[in-house]
């Protein structure tokens, strides 16, 4: 959990549900699911390619993939499920491990991203091989460099694909900048 969220790594049970029954999602995950999802580069195919990785990984492959962002209930809205993040597999022989993510359009813009992003960082380092967390933001996604940057990250240059920027956060936990975590489940 960090201050605002909880985060629930993604199992094959979810992702099969969100794939073959979307509509009974919000009963696996307790919380509402807004007209947005999903949002952002989190589609059909990444579920599919992480419920395939999730199959051949078994229990050791859960929570290198795909984790859900429930915004924690208050008195004025319910428990809501705003964003996907997450990694794109375990980390590779030289340490270094991948991270995504993406919030519904309605929910952006108030801090939740930083909050799952230095989540995820701090899970990896917390892993003895991790040596580096990399990821990758499109040029005109200055939103998402910015998150990059609050949570410790450094651009340095282009991205593995054309219009994309490499951000990495090298080191400890200590090189994380970061709100506060409790922790992450």
């Known amino acids: ?48 390619a992480f419920l395939r990785r999730l199959e051949s990984g078994g ?25 996907s993040a997450g990694y794109l597999g375990p980390p590779a022989a030289d340490g270094v491990v991948e991270i995504g993510y993406s919030v519904v359009p309605e929910w952006r ?23 580096r967390v990399v990821a990758h933001a499109a040029d005109a996604n200055t939103a998402s460099h910015a998150v990059l940057t609050r949570c410790g990250f450094t651009c340095v ?8 920027r490499r951000f990495e956060c090298s080191g400890t936990l200590d090189n994380a900048r970061r709100p506060p975590i409790e922790a992450v489940r």
Do not use: C
């Open 109 to 131: 813009g108030h801090g939740y991203a930083a909050e799952a992003v230095a989540a995820l960082v701090r899970r990896a380092f917390n892993h003895q091989s991790v040596r």
């Open 157 to 164: 240059g282009p991205g593995k694909d054309p219009g994309y």
């Open 1 to 48: 959990m960090t201050l605002r969220l909880t985060l629930i790594a993604a199992t094959a049970r979810h992702l099969e549900t969100e794939l073959e029954h979307p509509a009974l999602l919000p009963v696996l995950l307790g919380a509402t699911v807004p007209a947005g999802w999903p949002p952002g580069e989190y589609d059909r195919g990444a579920m599919s």
């Open 59 to 83: 229990a050791d492959a859960i929570g290198w993939y795909g984790w859900y962002g429930i915004r924690r209930a208050t008195a004025d809205v319910p428990a809501t499920l705003i964003l």
